[in-house]
């Protein structure tokens, strides 16, 4: 499996165990909101990675634009799934916490992806 393929499948497993603990730990408004905040965190977490992955095939510098293009992408998601969220009748708080859940599990993911290419540039 590819280094990118590692990081999808440790970001689908973060996703299951964030979606299970929203199912298990919280109940009404605010389960509907984590629902949607952990959906619209997938959501950019597969785009970005998915970017950053191809992008860092090729060179650091591209990998790097991939990273701001995935930071555009969630500037884009974010008030969507809180607009979103709060037309459902969900709970904003927890669809905001959802959402930067998954961000932060997902910008680990990233860093390490850049910072695998950028070894394997200064090797060469």
């Known amino acids: 499996m590819s280094s990118s393929g590692r990081h999808h499948l440790a970001f689908v497993m973060a ?3 964030a979606g299970i603990c929203a199912q298990l730990l919280v109940a009404g408004p ?3 909101g984590a629902m949607i905040g952990l959906t619209a965190g997938l959501a950019s977490g597969f785009i970005s990675l998915a970017w950053v992955g191809t992008a860092a095939q090729k060179s650091i510098n591209a990998a790097l634009m991939a ?5 555009l992408i969630r500037i884009l998601l974010v008030p969507a799934a809180l607009l979103g969220c709060k037309a459902a009748g969900g709970s904003t708080v927890t669809c905001a916490v959802g959402f930067f859940v998954l961000y932060a599990v ?3 993911l990233e860093i390490l ?3 695998a290419r950028a070894r394997q540039e200064k090797r060469a």
């Open 15 to 17: 996703g299951a165990i």
């Open 30 to 32: 605010e389960r509907l």
């Open 67 to 71: 990273v701001v293009g995935g930071f």
């Open 106 to 108: 997902g910008q680990v």
């Open 113 to 115: 992806l850049v910072g």
